[in-house]
């Protein structure tokens, strides 16, 4: 029987933030392993890979202090988590005789029904490139990766 397993991880401010969000951005929607992604923006729907890291880019910014914040209430300080990442592996089957459409409406239902309160919401389906001689005898490695920025409309930020 299938299990989930949500690893969790959060990308907090520093030097490296400004880059670092835009990086994984990138990463997530690299054609090479990327079925599907999506995202959601208070500036409205992001569909353009270069867009997307663009906005994690002055999302970045944004909490470290080096813009000032888009939203009313709240304010950049240094220690400002600018992504929290979630990873939900799923069973390889799990979309088998679905279209592309039908697809990404389940995963944007699933990331909504996750209630994260966030003004910026991307996800992304990967299909795990198998890497590495012993490796290449596996079957693929369905997963989801969900990024979001953990400040809402009014500024204000959540704790997990």
């Not at 959060?10 to 990086?23: D, I, N, T, Y």
């Not at 209430?73 to 390889?92: E, K, M, S, W």
Request: net charge positive; glycine share 6%.
């Amino acid at each position: 029987m299938w299990k989930p397993y949500v690893r969790f991880s959060s990308f907090c401010s520093g030097v490296r933030a400004v880059h670092s969000a835009s990086a994984h951005a990138s990463y997530l929607t690299r054609e090479k392993e990327c079925l599907l992604w999506g995202m959601e923006s208070r500036k409205g729907e992001i569909s353009d890979r270069r867009e997307a890291a663009n906005r994690w880019k002055e999302i970045a910014e944004m909490e470290t202090g080096l813009s000032p914040l888009d939203t009313p209430a709240g304010r950049a300080r240094h220690d400002a988590c600018v992504q929290v990442r979630l990873f939900l592996p799923l069973p390889n089957m799990v979309f088998d005789g679905m279209a592309k459409a039908e697809i990404r409406d389940a995963l944007t239902a699933l990331v909504m029904e996750l209630g994260l309160d966030s003004t910026d919401v991307m996800w992304s389906l990967h299909k795990g490139v198998p890497g590495g001689s012993e490796k290449k005898q596996r079957d693929q490695n369905l997963h989801l990766h969900i990024s979001y920025r953990p400040r809402n409309d009014e500024g204000h930020k959540h704790r997990i």
